[in-house]
């Protein structure tokens, strides 16, 4: 089935999975040490990264008028940082699940504060990029700790491949 002929729903739920699955693919092995390194004083490093990244994703909640299920922001083991991304992932899923049409996917929302509107399916796709700018970066730090570390460029393909399908696909 062509993209054009599948919802937008399914569109960005596909766009976000490829854009996040390869971000445990960095975590998955990594020693404490090396979660936890910063690379230069005020830098972050892949653990800083990772929260930034569910911070970021609990604001753009919010900004869609969406209460987020987590709110816990300190440092911690490996697997419990996974577990905070994990987390409000899956809430960003459900949410982009839940909606009954392509229609409310794109419909304007109000923040938690009222003071701003956005659309679920426009900043989901932003997640998904965010997401990717960091995989670089991530990615990046790792080898440079671990060279015998395989980056996960077979999933960084595969998510930009999806993303560009769908985007090239509109057009027809």
Not at 31 to 41: G, K, T, V
């Amino acid at each position: 089935m062509s993209n054009s002929h599948r919802t937008r729903i399914a569109r960005t739920v596909e766009i976000f999975e490829a854009a996040r699955r390869p971000l445990f693919t960095v975590l998955d092995g990594i020693a404490q040490e090396d979660f936890d390194w910063n690379p230069a004083p005020g830098s972050r490093g892949i653990g800083k990264m990772c929260r930034h990244m569910y911070r970021v994703d609990v604001w753009f909640l919010k900004r869609l008028g969406i209460e987020p299920v987590i709110s816990h922001d300190a440092p911690g083991p490996v697997d419990e940082v996974a577990g905070r991304m994990r987390t409000i992932q899956k809430q960003i899923l459900a949410e982009v699940e839940g909606c009954e049409s392509d229609a409310a996917l794109m419909a304007e929302r109000t923040s938690l504060d009222g003071k701003t509107g956005a659309r679920l399916g426009v900043d989901v796709v932003h997640i998904a990029q965010h997401y990717l700018y960091h995989l670089a970066q991530m990615t990046y730090l790792r080898r440079i700790r671990d060279r015998a570390w395989a980056a996960p460029l077979d999933a960084w393909e595969h998510a930009t491949h999806v993303i560009g399908d769908i985007v090239l696909e509109q057009g027809r």
